[in-house]
């Protein structure tokens, strides 16, 4: 045997035994999971449940409950012994252990400790309202993230499309120079459009994996690997009219409850400051034993506000209590400025979606179809082809865009009139 064939055979023996290796890999691999099919509610509960911002919003409810507590205590009663010794100097008494015993209570204004106990009752209501404001932005900012994917996912298939369709159109302009029916520059300039298609199409997949990244981000890391939305930018919204978006702002915003909560709070302390011009009682019982007399003394205590009037506290607990009803009003305005606002954004995008749906959107593709006979009968160039693509590409880009604000003035409508929001209110 030459040394020819012993390399031929040992080749062979090589490529068997790779061959062997890939078969058994493909018989043992497992084929890919197929994507998970998700809603944007699926996703907003995911949210939910593993968001840090809202575990620490959770966490400040807490420590408000545990104020109530504190505001709430009594305070705990005193005792006092005293021991010393008792010496005669002068003729007949009796000298000896001298020893005292003191208890001591002392007993709030009852104004003054409701008014405490109010203005931490009302922190806590404040509390779970900052929890609600958190909760109403992180489910529309989860929202409108997912429409955003959605729109990137229209973005990443048109682009698709128009890479595949300007393949075709170079392949039959190859043909077409080839055979010497066109002028070399037609393949040229269908060169230069394909790779700017495939340009564009490379970006919008990036961004489609981008900003499925910060959707899993705001998870915390707990999607699927592989997952797709079951929603549509086309999926309709019933939006209620503005009367009503206006109404149930002043009840179910977070914000104003949150405001109106710490004005509240801010005139309990007006309460507490007023009050404390009368302070607590003390009363102490108190026993005395000598070697000849014991003796019993119930006394009490009261500071009397001749000189201290609270004027200072009083007056900063006012200009507080101003500032904060201020605030409310002021934001109480400007809710009603965006809720206008929006709605207006949310009609226009309307607007554009049925002009752009039913008008622009078939006469870019009319034009596009007449455009491609006129070039398959050699009355017109490629270049013609070629821009009317270009001008459907750019309607369908802003029909898509359209339908993305549509949305997203919907959301947020509802992050304004606080439909987000949880509505329960846990008192402690």
């Known amino acids: 045997m030459t040394l020819t064939s012993i390399a031929t055979l040992s080749r062979s023996k090589v490529i068997l035994c790779l061959f062997t290796l890939q078969l058994s890999h493909a018989a043992w691999a497992t084929p890919d999971a197929p994507a998970r099919m998700l809603s944007i509610d699926d996703i907003v509960e995911v949210v939910l449940k593993n968001n840090a911002n809202l575990r620490v919003a959770k966490n400040s409810i807490d420590l408000a409950s545990a104020s109530i507590k504190t505001a709430g205590a009594i305070p705990n009663p005193q005792i006092e012994s005293i021991t010393g010794n008792n010496r005669a100097l002068i003729s007949g008494a009796v000298g000896g252990t001298v ?20 203005g931490a009752k009302y922190g806590f209501d404040a509390s779970v309202q900052a929890f609600a404001i958190t909760n109403n932005e992180l489910i529309a ?27 075709q159109i170079r392949a039959k302009v190859k043909i ?32 489609v994996e981008q900003n499925a990244l910060a959707l899993n981000r705001l998870t915390a890391g707990q999607l699927p690997k592989k997952w797709l939305l079951r929603e549509n930018l086309t999926d309709p919204t019933e939006t209620p009219s503005l009367i009503d978006i ?140 070629l821009d009317a693509q270009r001008i459907l590409r750019a309607v369908n880009a802003d029909l898509l865009d359209a339908r993305y604000q549509y949305q997203l003035a919907n959301i947020e409508l509802q992050l304004l009139a606080g439909l987000n929001s949880s509505q329960s209110t846990t008192t402690p």
């Not at 002392?106 to 409701?114: F, G, K, T």
């Not at 001749?306 to 209590?321: M, N």
């Not at 002009?355 to 160039?381: I, K, N, P, W």
């Open 176 to 207: 077409r120079v080839e055979s010497g029916e066109a002028a070399r520059y037609e393949i040229i300039k269908a060169d230069a459009e394909v790779i700017q298609a495939r340009q564009k199409y490379q970006t919008a997949s990036l961004l």
């Open 99 to 118: 020893s005292a015993l003191a208890l001591s209570q002392r007993i709030e204004n009852p104004s003054l400790r409701r008014a405490r106990i109010d």
């Open 246 to 385: 206006l109404n149930m702002a002043q009840v179910h915003n977070p914000e104003l409850k949150m405001l109106q909560a710490e004005v509240n709070k801010r005139q309990a302390r007006l309460n507490e400051s007023k009050q404390g011009r009368w302070p607590s009682v003390e009363i102490r019982l108190t026993q005395m034993r000598d070697p000849e007399i014991r003796s019993n003394a119930l006394s009490a205590s009261i500071q009397v506000p001749l000189f201290d009037q609270r004027t200072g506290p009083i007056a900063e607990a006012v200009a507080d209590l101003n500032r904060a009803t201020a605030q409310l009003e002021g934001r109480r305005i400007d809710l009603e400025q965006q809720i206008d606002l929006a709605y207006k954004s949310l009609a226009i995008a309307k607007i554009r979606v049925s002009a752009l749906s039913t008008g622009a959107v078939t006469e870019a593709q009319a034009a596009l179809r007449v455009a491609e006979a006129a070039y398959r009968f050699g009355e017109r160039g490629i270049l013609d082809v």
């Open 141 to 167: 900012q989860t929202k409108a993230k997912a429409y955003e994917y959605l729109l990137r996912k229209e973005e990443e298939r048109a682009a698709y499309d128009s890479l595949a369709l300007l393949e």
